[in-house]
Each structure stands twice: as structure tokens, then as C-alpha cells.
């Protein structure tokens, strides 16, 4: 079977970028160059390995003996972000534990082991050494239930497995999925029947009086049409007392750089409209309301978490034939361990998380099943990286947004060549293929097999979906994210096309807990967090704690989905 990924470009690419990457000062150096390359040779193999370890070749390890006799290997999955670490312990017996752990900050700490068998946690400048015992503080980060255990201080984190929160409406759909034949059917079967245009939304237009304060920065959608309209936002924005105006921008209120607008598709400018690439707007998507919400990455740095199960690793049921074979995965495997996932922003970073929402599809919905993508590089299961380590290959022509380790955040369709950027990428997450590419849609929008676009068992396409975009205006990039209440992917490619945006990307769909957003408003002063959701039906989604309140989703709880998340810069 054909795998489009070069090994003859992969070894040049790996070898150069290893020579010309500088190395960490301290702690765990990545390995030689020809190991490197030796590596990325076999990670353009049909099936790399039986392990996550088989992705990532620029892991290097420290081995230790303690005055007991126990054996402790600390894996560095990738010494270039110098974040996740994997510490090995075998005792006498034989049996081996296996520790993930996370440094709280890469740039200040580097991690190793002592010649007595201790973890030595040590910053940059000296400063703070922190000697972590395996049976002290560890066991006791081991046992506390935690999803992050502190240890050193809070300057590292332990990650506990722990269950991630769902729906009742998605733990159906698993059940089904996992326990019962043509589970995948199932639900489909009821997705078309009961949740076609469930959650479409049209709202009432207001009589036409000032709209509030417009951002200049980020103009106004190519739109024939604006009239003022009341959206079941769930944002506190400035000068949107009497309403919104079509396809303007409006700042959230104590959110700097955060910024909302609204609209319908039936209200795209014509010029828009007539660039090839889509299909026309029914009657129905073009009155339902997008709900669009912007970061000026200035004020931002963006993250990644895969949830506690997904996306998983396994196979796709979709591909068939030539697009799979009888190992565990289309990488070899069909578990991330040891490493571990926890689904929920590291406490570290909690008090300057500013927004969130949802990641890709699952795993079952994350491959090809018709088309010439479903026939070779095992069916394109979508992939994903996160904290410097990849969980599933990233494969050329698929939409990606990564970012790298200089802050530079990037949505475009793969390449081959891209792999020169595996020491500097922080996150990646795969999607399927471009809504958007160089400003206008792209070339499978209309092709519901060759797009993979998902929908109802009978093909219909029209459903709640989500997407997000990247769009540079004066110099500064953009973030853009989009809540369609009841979308085709050419109303998702008109709607991106019309705000400008340079490359966008379709997110998950079906329910708003799939399609989640939420903007965290902070008050330093009673130390709390007030949630905002980007549609109020959205708050739905958040559990309920005992005195009522509602927790931040990905904040206060694990949680089964991927997400992004933003946070201030420092």
C-alpha cells in the first residue's frame, strides 16, 4: 500500500533540523542525529511500531540504578519542548511502574536523574534544585487521585489517569458504537431521524438602531445585508444592548482581544457567492445564526489537550480493503499509555486561561470510507500531536492548525516537508480537508465522500457544526471560531470566506456540547471565574457543583473530548 509520506525526505529533513536545532543547556539531550534519522526512516514504514514511543524520534532517555537495586529509565519524549517525561521504575521483582510526568514550565526546569536514583528538578540559572525521592513524594502524587499531582513545588506535575466527563447523549452513542453491532448505524440512523436541524436557530430582527461600537481592526463580513439582530449569545459585549449588526465585531466586555459577531448565510454578498468551490444556500441554513467569536493572538497563546478518551488511536471503522490492516491501529497501536491523558487544562495555567472550545471528531468519524483518500495511507486517520509528542501521524493534504515552539500559529493542508518542523511544533490537530484554503473554499466542499464531511446515514449534510479559521488583518493574526446552528460545509466555506479568513477547518458537530465555546471572565479580587458561552445554550454542557454553581468545563473536570484552549501571554 502507498504511503505518501518520503523517506528520503523525511531523513534529510530530520537530519538538518537536528544539526541546526540548539540543544537543551541541561537535563535530557536529544540523541544523535543518526538515530534520528534512523527513526523517522521507520516512521515512514507502513506501521511504525507497537508503541507511541515509535512516533516520536526524537526521545532520549537517563538511566539510573537506586541503592536498593531498583531500575529507573526517565524517557524524554521530545528534549527539544522539554514538557512531558515518562519515568520507568522496576524493582527486583520485575515489575515496572511507569510515571507520567509534566514539567509545569519548560523553559525554566529541566529534568533528569541523580546517580543515587532521585529525580533532579533544576532551573536555568540555579537558583531552585528540587530532589523528588521515587518513594516520597512521587508515590505520594501516585495516590492522591489528582489528574495533576504537584510535586517540587508545583514546578512539576504527575498525570492520574481519571474518567472524563460526557453527555448522556454521547454515552449512548459509545454504547452503541462499542456493544452492538453496526453501532455506527445506529446512531446515524438517529442523528437523521430525530437531530436533523435540532438545534437551528433564526433569530428575530430588532428595529435598526445604533448597532454598538464596530472593531475597526477586524472590519465587517461581506454580507448585501445587515440587519440588527438579537443572538442567544451568552457574551457580555460592549455596545450590543439593542442588538448586533450582521457581520460586525464587537468586544466582549473585561475580555481584551476577545471579540464576537453574528450572522446568516443567506446574507453573504453575491460577489462572495459567485467564486466556484461551493454549493448553493437552502432556504434553511441561510436563515440559521453562526455565532462567530475572534482572539487577537497578540494577546494569546494558544493550547491543545487531547480528552481522556478522545481522539483515540485505534482504527476507524470506516476504512476497508486496502485502507487498513490486522495491527492494532494504523500506527501499530491502539493505546497512548504509558503516557497519560487527562483531559482538563493543567492548574499551572488556570489563572490566565481566557476561552476554550471543543477540538476534531472522534476517532470512528476521523478516517475516509468512500474516495481515494479511504484507499491508501491507511484511510487518513486524523492526527494529532500535543505537548511536543505525536499520538497519531499527521498525513500530507489534511487541514492542520499547529503551533510552534517561537508562539507562530499555522492552519494549512500538510506536506510532506512539514516533518522539519516536528523539533519545533507544540500542537497539531488534523481535521479532514480545507473549508477554506488561500481564501476560498476548498476543492472537496461539495464532495460529501471526497470531503469526509459527515451527516445524517442519508447523506443529508445540513447540521450543527463548528469550524474555526485563521485570518491575518494589520499584521496580527486571528483566531476565529464558529458555531453554525444548522450548516452545510458550503454554508461553513461561504461564512469563512466572507469574514476573510485565509484557511479554515471544520471542528466537530451535532450538539452544542460537540460544538462548545466558552470565555472565562476572571475577578482577581473574589479570586473566582465567570463562565460566558459564545450561545447560552452552550451552559447546559457544564456540570453543576454543590452549591450550584456551574464548573467550568475543562477547568474545574476531566474531560472525554479534545479541546483548545487560550491563554494570556505573560
Not at 88 to 93: I, R, S, W
Not at 384 to 409: A, E, K
Request: proline share 6%; charged share 20%; net charge negative.
Amino acid at each position: 500500500m502507498p504511503v505518501t509520506i518520503s523517506a528520503r525526505v523525511l531523513i534529510a529533513s530530520a537530519v538538518s533540523t537536528a544539526l541546526a536545532a540548539p540543544l537543551s543547556a541541561e537535563g535530557i539531550a536529544p540523541p544523535d542525529p543518526s538515530v534520528v534519522a534512523e527513526r523517522i526512516a521507520q516512521m515512514s514504514a507502513p506501521i511504525p511500531g507497537n508503541s507511541v514511543y515509535a512516533l516520536n524520534p526524537f526521545h532520549n532517555d537517563a538511566i539510573a540504578t537506586a541503592s536498593d537495586g531498583t531500575s529507573l529509565r526517565l524517557v524524554s519524549l521530545n528534549p527539544y519542548r522539554n514538557s512531558w517525561y515518562v519515568l520507568e521504575v522496576t524493582g527486583d521483582g520485575g515489575r515496572t511502574r511507569t510515571f507520567h510526568l509534566e514539567n509545569a514550565d519548560p523553559a525554566e526546569w529541566t529534568l533528569n536523574l541523580s546517580s543515587d536514583g532521585e529525580l533532579m528538578l533544576e532551573s536555568a540559572d540555579d537558583a531552585f534544585t528540587c530532589a523528588a525521592p521515587i518513594d516520597g513524594e512521587l508515590e505520594e502524587a501516585a495516590s492522591s487521585g489528582l489528574p495533576y499531582a504537584p510535586v517540587c513545588d508545583w514546578s512539576l506535575f504527575l498525570r492520574n489517569a481519571t474518567q472524563g466527563n460526557r453527555s448522556s447523549r454521547e454515552a449512548v452513542a459509545d454504547f452503541l458504537r462499542d456493544n452492538v453491532l453496526f453501532g455506527d448505524s445506529i446512531v446515524n440512523l438517529i442523528k437523521g431521524a430525530f437531530y436533523e436541524d435540532a438545534f437551528m436557530v433564526s433569530s428575530d430582527e430588532a428595529e435598526a438602531e445604533d448597532p454598538g461600537d464596530v472593531v475597526a481592526i477586524l472590519g465587517q463580513a461581506q454580507l448585501d445585508s445587515r440587519p440588527i439582530m438579537r443572538p442567544r449569545t451568552g457574551l457580555d459585549l460592549i455596545g450590543a444592548e439593542a442588538g448586533m449588526e450582521a457581520g460586525s465585531w464587537y468586544a466582549v466586555a473585561d475580555a481584551p482581544g476577545i471579540y464576537a459577531s453574528v450572522m446568516q448565510p443567506g446574507q453573504i454578498s453575491q460577489f462572495v457567492l459567485q467564486v466556484p468551490g461551493a454549493n448553493y444556500l437552502d432556504g434553511v441554513e441561510g436563515r440559521a445564526d453562526v455565532n462567530l467569536v475572534a482572539f487577537d493572538m497578540s494577546h494569546f497563546e494558544i493550547g491543545y489537550e487531547v480528552g481522556t478518551d478522545h481522539p483515540r488511536v485505534n482504527w476507524s471503522p470506516r476504512p476497508s480493503g486496502a485502507g487498513r490492516t490486522n495491527s492494532a491501529g494504523p500506527d501499530g497501536f491502539n493505546t497512548t499509555e504509558p503516557l497519560v491523558r487527562t483531559g482538563m487544562i493543567p492548574p499551572s495555567l488556570t489563572d490566565r486561561v481566557a476561552a476554550s472550545f471543543t477540538g476534531g471528531f472522534k476517532r470512528e468519524h476521523g478516517a475516509w470510507r468512500f474516495g481515494p483518500m479511504s484507499q491508501f495511507n491507511w484511510g487518513h486517520h486524523y492526527g494529532f500531536m500535543q505537548n511536543g509528542v505525536m499520538l497519531s501521524r499527521l498525513w500530507p493534504g489534511l487541514s492542520t492548525l499547529y503551533m510552534l515552539d517561537d508562539g507562530t500559529i499555522e492552519m494549512r493542508a500538510w506536506t510532506e516537508e512539514d516533518v522539519a518542523l516536528l523539533p519545533h511544533i507544540v500542537f497539531a490537530r488534523q481535521n479532514g480537508v480545507p473549508l477554506i484554503e488561500n481564501g476560498v473554499p476548498g476543492e472537496q466542499v461539495t464532495s460529501w465522500g471526497g470531503g469526509n464531511w459527515s451527516g445524517s446515514a442519508e447523506a443529508n449534510l445540513r447540521t450543527v457544526r463548528s469550524g474555526v479559521c485563521l485570518r491575518r488583518a494589520a499584521d496580527r493574526d486571528f483566531l476565529i471560531y464558529a458555531y453554525f446552528s444548522s450548516a452545510t460545509p458550503s454554508a461553513q466555506a461561504r461564512t469563512f470566506q466572507a469574514y476573510g479568513c485565509d484557511h479554515a477547518m471544520l471542528l466537530d458537530m451535532n450538539s452544542p456540547e460537540l460544538t462548545y465555546s466558552a470565555v472565562y471572565i476572571h475577578d482577581d479580587e473574589d479570586e473566582e471565574i465567570e463562565i460566558q458561552h459564545l450561545v447560552s445554550g452552550m451552559a447546559e454542557v457544564d456540570l453543576v457543583g454543590r452549591d450550584g454553581t456551574r464548573l467550568p468545563r475543562f477547568l474545574s473536570y476531566a474531560d472525554n473530548r479534545d479541546f483548545f484552549y487560550l491563554i494570556r501571554r505573560e
